[in-house]
């Protein structure tokens, strides 16, 4: 069970939108930033976004972060095939100190 | 150029002490606000932090886990070292060794490739 809540699974058709939630609580989403990572099964994680809604060099417009009280969430436009992999909210949580992720979501291009 | 290298053994037998090292290039774990992450992920589920070491040797480790886990680093060698004590048929999963990026900021900019182990008996 993680501590951050996202949707198992997404899907779309190419060109599409698709956003997934993450879910937290005071004391992780609520009171530091989110990153997110992209994962393609049997790869290492790729990072998205950091500090709810930075992108890193290299990584398209199309993948868009933002966050509002203790929820955030990442948006994919115009989806691609290449998209298709599991993806991560990641923070702080201040209550414990220690890092927490969210359980994943799945993004089907149909 | 950051790279980060995870080793240790693929097999492990329940009940034994498993010894993973991070081998880095290309950053100081000196350097102020740096930190080194340990997270891991069995087959088929998601990814679960498990600790952290920072420059100044301040350490975190996740609840469930802190009485079996110890990180440590070795500046001189550019390594960190995770143990994880009385390991279970749990354990078994992919451990990554991640390098935080802006230290304002709690994210993994880099990843090692992952050390793939398994609990068997």
């Known amino acids: 069970q993680s501590v951050l809540t996202q949707p198992p699974s997404v899907s779309a058709a190419p060109g599409q939108k698709v956003s997934i939630s993450c879910s937290g609580s005071s004391s992780n989403i609520g009171y530091n930033s989110v990153s997110w990572y992209q994962q393609v099964p049997g790869t290492a994680p790729k990072f998205l976004i950091y500090d709810n809604n930075k992108r890193p060099s290299g990584i398209p417009r199309r993948f868009s972060g933002s966050k509002s009280g203790t929820s955030a969430t990442l948006v994919i436009t115009g989806l691609q095939t290449g998209d298709e992999a599991d993806y991560y909210c990641?923070?702080?949580?201040?209550?414990?100190?220690?890092?927490?992720f969210g359980g994943g979501t799945r993004v089907t291009v149909l | 150029q950051v790279t980060l290298r995870e080793s240790g053994p693929a097999l492990v037998r329940p009940r034994q002490t498993l010894t993973l090292t991070c081998t880095f290039s290309g950053f100081s774990l000196g350097t102020s606000g740096m930190s080194l992450h340990w997270i891991r992920q069995p087959p088929g589920r998601a990814l679960e932090w498990l600790a952290r070491i920072d420059w100044n040797d301040d350490k975190y480790y996740i609840t469930s886990l802190e009485t079996r886990l110890t990180i440590s680093k070795d500046s001189s060698t550019n390594q960190v070292v995770l143990t994880l004590t009385d390991v279970d048929f749990v354990d078994t999963a992919t451990y990554y060794c991640?390098?935080?990026?802006?230290?304002?900021?709690?994210?993994?900019?880099?990843w090692g490739q992952g050390a793939p182990v398994t609990v068997t008996s």
């Open positions: 990641a923070t702080w949580d201040s209550s414990v100190s220690a890092g927490v």
């Open positions: 991640a390098r935080v990026g802006h230290p304002a900021y709690f994210y993994f900019e880099y």
